[in-house]
């Protein structure tokens, strides 16, 4: 397994380098990324290219056994760049261009900047392309999708509309664009969306799907050079997981494998971190295992930073994402940097580079790995539940959230994941028009973008005896954003058996305060819950309901969850937003009971269970992430690999503690 | 009586319209508003015309005997506007043009927006002047006083003051512009303020009048060319009622009435609607009747909306405008948009365009609102008591609101209003400088503007027999917002019995906390009472102490409430805000008693009532706001016009239930 | 001494100036400020000048003995500056210049607005160097260091790192400009940062000093003409105190003496002044006694105001600047405006000219004052413990204050200031380069920037018997905002006898929540204490541990607060900030004893004690800052001067009263 840390030569002295090496080397270590801002350093002029220093550190890296990933450096241009090429420079709204002086300021539809790109990765592709220890490539680093408001990318834009829709008479028809009597007569008079609340919202839609797909583009111009010389060499990116305004699956269909970055938000510590979540997302951008390409090493933060991570939690961040399917971690960044804009985010060593508690933690860990990696090499998680995350619907819903304060992304997907994982069942997170065949269930939570044709393969999973689990904003839009003029949930209706007429925000709009209802369960989930943000006024149709509205007359006729027999399979839908977390335990609990899913234990609250399986191996993490001794129900007679011991019918973990129990 | 809907034939297939026709004509409508977002229907390139989609669609409507006001299209210019003449788009602080792609992006000062505003007008007057359902027009849509930056305005506003002023030493006097030693030597050099805390009140103040100025001047060419080509049909406009930047009063001065656009803001119900303080604001721009040409027909919103009216509330908030003086009447809208950006804005019919519940409902409303007419025709509401709103107090407060959160609109006047509403009183809302003398008592809320006249001119109300209520920062200002160089209450002190040396914010500044004083009641007011806000430090010179302060010994010395006999009349003063509404109750029956003003009925609390009469007739409309049942003392022996009953001493209505009855 | 108000004559009437003059003879006032926003007064028109208006209001006030000190007035220029010389307009970072009609809109670079500033100083100069009742000149108004971004500022910074640096190289390596490859090959390459927290922080620290530097400049300029013209009139500013953007001391290092604008802000009435603090800084910019140029005299605010003083509270304010080393005053201002943007900031008369209570006030403190004045001249404020206010600090930390909301300035030095005011000690506050020789204790809050020099400074005041109390983010940056390479805190380890090889912040960064820990008393300091914000991870090598952790095992090993014996003194070092103002009372307890000192009396909670020494002489103030009568323990048997009466062994002081005790 590669397992190291992210580099940076050319911050230290070379009479450091030597230091460095042999310090990572006695850690475990073997692999960095390094070069990903190095640009001027490697083009110090336009033209001229200068390796040495990097050749000479790689060659120090390759006598420690130290193999390297070199970032392509287009994430931070030099100042000659925006020197000589002022076009290079994105622009904001206001028509001024983004300053010099931070990183990722270019335009991505800059024919220059594109140029320059393709210039430097060829070079360095050609410098490096048989320097032993180099075993592959990220390409620039974090794509975010951010926008540009050049003339060059309103033209580029007005000419993507015009090869998506050939004509204008298709563009305002699918734009509808007849509302404010906003019709186009020419391309050129499409407009760039400078904010998310008030353009039309097909516009919006295509304006951050042009975005997404021109970092992919840009992206693609260096792949290209990278194959074409490179061809023994593995490219990657390290993308940002949930980040919303790229679509990663389409980035990464061009990668070998995803890769990301992983910074779980260090307040207090939180027993369920968002990175088990998001490296599921990960890993389901190509359905494949990943990278941690930047691991958390210590504080991080630009100008504040937060949390240390305390003893033992270095160790066991690693071991979450090693659960859900990384097959290589690089920690970020070996020693926190003496200068420039992220000095306090801090690494494996402090500034004064000494080898100190956070530097030993790794080097265990590091170690571990790469005893464990027989065990591991070749496994995979193969999760029976697959949850349908939809850029479409992503992009769609930052201009019409419906109700103030919703956060489809992780908060209100994270209500059915998290049941899922203190069930102790892992899940995949997949497109919408993902192969759902191997998933007994499928949850869609807000899948508010719904083409027809999507709508259908739901409707066939389940007449084909999937679980499908959808709620609120179910349906809502066409591909471009306009709204369905079926009653919802339109053509999934009969599989859900419902309907509904009427619905609301529950949060208020323009400073009025926000209101909310009482639920009750009916049948198969009991107790009293609340409702907010929002709530549908449900019709059943033949479907049980599950809960219903008890406080407010003019909510008793609807339900607030239903299920439906359809076909061989389950339609359940949530009509509301439920405050307690019990309410999707239950729920989830009678989903996987029709579903005839167990997880493989049931872990107490804080524990975390993940398997990864395949070549004839199955491996139970179990990972501990309160503050307290626990004590877990596991099968008896496993080996439990980091002890060696063979497993009793309980097993004890430390705070923090980990135990790896082969089940086969 | 004219009820209806706004319709927008462009929105839908032709082939849909006749069905839409058929369910208006059974829900009882008779009329429609259409074509305020249409221009580039009607000129799809410049001067090129075709109003053969609306010729179209009005002739099917006239087939269901339904009529039509046609907006002037000027609300949302077409996408060829922007593209052949930039200057008509309005300008920012920032010297930016505002993008094209929402809707009221023009510049109100550009000849060329004027001129095309000016030739569709003309085309359309002329097009449509002999269509028979044709019956009136509104301009352009909702006017909001917004300013503009560009070079343009800043010439018409140099101009503007020069026709006010004349000579520079006199606008240099008005502005006081020896402050910071900014006194104009050339007219080219005033400045445009780009914020309001910031500049010269002087040159605020008349910014403000400037940029209202400037929307009526737009108004009215349209409305010459439409009363020339058009002499038989209405004129009216949509406004905001209290939306704060535009003096109504001078925009509706050319129209054939006012009309609103009503959107209780839908958080959980509230028992007294801010809609109807504003119909009786909206009343006031004309002292006519209105008409509402938007009315809430479901949950609203851009991005996010709200909640959904629950059974009932579509026909409680229709009969609340009613018994304000509402005389035509259109729900926004007939079906929801599937396009454009006010898709969330839901209709009487929801996407899928079904004649559901809110449409139901609208109809039994139409129904019933078109048999009552022959009773309702003619009458109006006859207030006895006037609260006084200054548009010049409103532009000056924005820039020097004297405490932190100063809400005069609303907030502030509601305290007077509602404690009005509470007692069953129907109140108007008119300018300082309206005939007063029809009104047993003038409530003054932070009247801050106060030329000299005006101050002649409530001192006679009062010494000729008025009740006059005014309260803090009264008379601060001259009418160029200059601070009077009196003792506050300045020319009021005689008529108010009090003078008031010294004042203060409660708020703080700078992030200081605020203070509260306890306000104890000394004489026909009983209680304590929380001051926060604002206090003046009252000194009686001959009043009658209603309130003091108890808790600070500071300010023992000095009143908190007054009342003073001054001629035939009294003056009411009342020198901080309370935080209970106990205090305005008890104050505002004080001076009610004082001016032998009694409501018909008190109403319990929940429940509305206001009279409409005229014409002979006399009506009483109660409205149960509650979601319970209520029971009410009325009249005895009268005809229920809803039931056809005979009153009996007491009436009940279930939760939001309506009942009219005739008095005379 | 010299006290007295700032008055406008150019806003108000001739006819008015003798009876202002007469009002201020008889409040006992014997000087004014004025002039500084006249320019268009006294320069209608570019190279016209015309004094006339200051001769004549001079005249009066000379006839009524009442000196001047004139302001230069380019704070404000006049509209002709703007509209004849745009690029006197600061530009900002959007390329947009600040638009005129507010005060303080120029850019310092602009060599236009330069020479317009050195020609109206040099005709004031000339015109007023032999004005008999001239005593002194402010230049311009409330310098603040803000910054322009318009080409000729980009230059001039450029130009200034050139002279600074000498070669790129220099620079390169100073910046550490290796970080995101942002190494500069050009001196005109270098950026301008346009916001803190994104850009490199050597950039960011040395953009912060040359902004203060150009200021100073700027002044410097004026001075130099002044001192030519008028050698015998002194020249000071009216600084702003712990304004964070410019360096005062560099200010102050031009003129005869500092001055200040003093504001307490008023929300409900705070015990302890902040303005206790302010006066310590601004007697440091010079370590000499100063004036308040502006004293609180009503209400104050642009657009919201803020409390009024109430009664007593003008003349306390008063003193408790007179007790700190205030040499002369002055209220802002005499008589509110009735025009332009200050109208709310109230003064001694209201917008009515009356002179009413707040005069009266002010006058009984003038009469007092000037009785005095023979006792209090010549003596200043000696203090045994200095606190290290350090502007490069506060520049680098604007850009990383390494956790939310670290408010260094005031809230984390005012914990420290705070005990010492309970204490009844008084503190000076200088830079940590001065000679510390004279304090028993020096007190180093977050004393973030630290180059070696400084360093072995506080090392070497230790070993020679000073009390060092250093805390959090000690030693972090080098002179050029680099993290020093060594284990926290670098050279002071030794003197402080602990290592810190870790630390976090307890703030979370992204919206995660705070968190807290326990830190309970070990050794000479009892109880439990809340930790926030921030943690040090504190080895001890060889330092007492005071205080240390107890909720959370891994904080177990590490203190919070320690004491080392070093050479002859002490090293403090407290590793976080404590919620309980009763740790530092017990910690500063701790320092006196060890340091032996103490105050002259230790003061009820509420009550400020200063002493004024020198010459001889040697005076007690106390100030009774509640609103409570409050008795105080004093030396019996001394004249108190404001009633004549001999002490006994306790003095009884009303609310808001102040007593001078004549010690020596």
Redesign the interface.
């Known amino acids: 397994m590669r397992i190291g840390v992210d580099y940076?030569p050319?911050?230290w002295p070379k009479e450091r380098w030597l230091t460095d090496a042999r310090l990572m080397k006695e850690a475990g270590f073997n692999v960095v990324r390094m070069g990903e801002?190095?640009?001027?350093?490697m083009e110090?002029?336009e033209g001229r290219y200068d390796f040495s220093l990097f050749d000479e550190a790689l060659e120090i890296l390759a006598r420690h056994d130290i193999a390297a990933i070199l970032g392509t450096?287009t994430g931070?241009m030099?100042?000659?760049v925006?020197?000589k090429y002022p076009d290079c420079a994105a622009m904001k709204?206001?028509?001024?261009r983004r300053?010099?002086?931070?990183?990722k300021t270019n335009c991505f539809s800059s024919g220059t900047y594109r140029l320059l790109s393709e210039r430097i990765t060829r070079a360095m592709a050609e410098h490096f392309k048989n320097t032993p220890n180099v075993i592959g490539w990220q390409t620039d680093n974090e794509f975010d999708g951010n926008p540009c408001y050049c003339d060059s990318c309103r033209a580029n834009f007005q000419d993507w509309c015009r090869a998506k829709y050939g004509t204008l008479d298709a563009l305002n028809r699918a734009?509808?664009?007849?509302?404010?009597?906003?019709?186009?007569?020419?391309w050129?008079?499409i407009?760039?969306?400078?904010e998310?609340?008030?353009?039309?919202?097909?516009?919006w839609l295509d304006w951050k799907r042009f975005n997404s797909w021109l970092q992919v583009q840009f992206q693609r111009d260096q792949v290209r050079i990278l194959r074409e010389v490179c061809p023994h060499h593995f490219v990657t990116h390290n993308t940002m997981s949930f980040h919303p305004s790229i679509n990663y699956r389409d980035l990464c269909a061009d990668l070998d494998f995803a890769s990301w970055d992983n910074y779980p938000?260090?307040?207090?510590p939180q027993i369920l971190y968002n990175a088990a979540c998001a490296a599921d997302l990960v890993r389901g951008f190509k359905q494949k295992n990943f990278w941690v390409m930047e691991q958390t090493a210590?504080?991080?933060?630009?100008?504040?930073?937060?949390?240390?991570p305390?003893?033992g939690e270095i160790r066991l961040i690693a071991y979450q994402q090693l659960a859900h399917g990384c097959d290589g971690m690089l920690w970020f960044n070996w020693r926190?940097?003496?200068?420039?804009?992220?000095?306090?985010w801090h690494g494996l060593l402090?500034?004064?580079?000494?080898p100190?508690?956070?530097y030993r933690e790794a080097a265990q860990t590091a170690h571990e790995f790469r005893k464990l990696w027989p065990e591991v090499e070749g496994t995979t998680v193969r999760a029976p539940v697959a949850i349908l995350y939809d850029y479409d619907s992503i992009f769609a819903q930052e201009?019409?959230?419906?109700?103030?304060n919703?956060t489809y992304i992780q908060d209100h997907l994270r209500r059915y994941y998290d049941a899922l994982f203190r069930a102790g069942v892992n899940v995949d997170i997949v497109a919408p028009t993902a192969d759902l065949s191997r998933y007994a269930v499928v949850i869609a939570p807000q899948l508010y973008v719904l083409p027809d044709a999507t709508a259908h393969h739901l409707a066939e999973y389940v007449r084909k005896g999937g679980v499908l689990v959808a709620d609120i904003r179910l349906g809502v839009k066409t591909e471009t954003s306009?709204?369905?003029?079926?009653?919802l949930p339109g053509l999934l209706s009969d599989t859900l058996g419902i309907v509904i007429?009427?619905?609301?925000?529950?949060?208020?709009?323009?400073?009025?305060?926000?209101?909310e209802y009482r639920v009750v369960g009916r049948r198969d989930i009991s107790g009293t819950f609340t409702a907010f943000g929002f709530a549908d006024?449900i019709t059943p149709r033949g479907a049980d309901v599950l809960a219903g509205y008890s406080d407010r007359?003019?909510m008793e006729p609807f339900a607030a969850a239903t299920r439906h027999r359809s076909g061989n399979g389950w339609g359940y839908y949530v009509g509301t937003i439920l405050r307690e977390p019990e309410f999707y335990d239950q729920l989830i609990g009678d989903v996987l009971a029709k579903a005839n899913v167990t997880g493989i234990l049931r872990p107490p609250v804080g524990v975390e269970v993940s398997v990864r399986e395949g070549a004839g191996k199955k491996l139970l993490f179990i990972l501990n992430e309160t503050?307290q001794e626990q004590t877990i129900a596991v099968p008896s007679g496993k080996r439990e690999l980091l002890s060696g011991q063979l497993t009793e019918s309980k097993l004890t973990l430390p705070?923090f503690g980990v135990a790896v129990v082969k089940l086969a």
């Open positions: 940076y050319e911050h801002f190095a640009w001027v350093f110090p002029e450096p931070s030099p100042a000659w925006a020197r709204p206001d028509r001024q300053n010099w002086g931070i990183r734009w509808g664009t007849h509302f404010w009597g906003h019709r186009y007569g020419a050129n008079e407009t760039l969306p400078e998310q609340h008030s353009y039309n919202p097909g516009l938000v260090f307040g207090p210590g504080p991080g933060g630009w100008g504040a930073f937060g949390r240390n305390w003893p926190a940097c003496t200068a420039g804009r992220e000095q306090y402090g500034h004064d580079g000494l100190l508690r956070r201009s019409q959230p419906s109700f103030e919703n306009l709204c369905h003029d079926r009653t007429e009427e619905y609301e925000s529950l949060t208020g709009i323009w400073g009025a305060k926000p209101s006024w007359w003019h503050e705070r």
